[in-house]
């Protein structure tokens, strides 16, 4: 399942926060501040989702992520591969590399990256 932008927006403050009540994720919106019953809706879907739980004290929820933000990031980087990319990472990896504007210090320091993972993959 997917979040709509306004819950991923929510979701990065609840990452951002790691724990947090209802005020505290209003407070974390720039203003125009939403409205509680807007950040009550948005929870409440993203409970049903699968991607926010709460605990409760007496009437006030206290809000965490079931979701980590590295799972949902490489299960959105995996779906933009196989949809995009004909599954193929070499072909994201080409696209990445050549079409994004990086610099010779960030394509340097990308490639220490990825010596290093492979590095660790053969000693595994």
Known sequence: MELSKTEEQLMHYIWKLKKAFMKDLIDSFPEPKPAGTTVATLLKRMQDKGFVGYTLYGNS?????????????????????????????????????????????????????????????KND
């Not at 980087?77 to 990319?85: D, L, Y």
């Not at 004909?86 to 079409?99: C, E, H, L, M, T």
Request: cysteine-free; proline content about 0%.
């Open 61 to 121: 929820r206290e809000y965490y992520a079931l979701v980590t933000k590295t799972d949902y990031f490489s299960k959105h980087v995996n779906g933009m591969i196989k949809n995009f990319f004909n599954d193929s990472v070499s072909q994201f990896g080409s696209f990445f590399a050549k079409d994004t504007n990086m610099s010779m210090q960030e394509l340097e320091d990308l490639r220490k990256v990825i010596d290093e993972e492979i590095k660790r993959k």
